[in-house]
């Protein structure tokens, strides 16, 4: 049975300033004694953020209709590059992550944080248009903390 992710109690506060702060992170709970709320495992998590930093380069085939594109960019792009974005948003079938070991999916992940730091290139949001390397990469970690959120150490 899936567990519905925006009921989920538990959940760690998360805030990442830099790609490098993240991946640091993902270092440190893939050695530690963790448990995760969500539906996926640690390194499902960790390959479905490669994923999405990824997406911003080589872009998606999901992308809203204009007019939304217009709203989305107006009303909610500042909320997503600045707030946590809310958890229980249904992810389009090519990001969902197969299963992936821990190990499988930090090397993703940490394929991915080299990519953005090597590549200046960005595609269009598919929900927000054209952003900026810094917004892409805001929106990136803003995504990464809602779902590193679920990951919660063992004390």
Known sequence: ????????????????????????????????????????????????????????????????????????SLFMKRKFLTKSIPPGFKSTAKFIPDKTSTEDGLTALREAVARQKQESKRVPHPGFGKLTKKEWEDFNLRHAEMHMSFIVPNN
């Open 1 to 72: 049975m899936s567990v519905v992710t925006k009921k989920v109690q538990g959940r760690r506060t998360v805030r990442y300033e830099t790609l490098d702060e993240l991946l640091a992170e993902a270092e440190q709970l893939a050695t530690s004694n963790i448990r995760t709320l969500g539906n996926w495992s640690l390194g499902q998590n960790f390959k479905h953020i490669a994923m999405a930093l990824d997406s911003s380069i080589d872009g998606s085939d999901f992308k809203l209709p204009a007019p939304m594109r217009f709203l989305m």
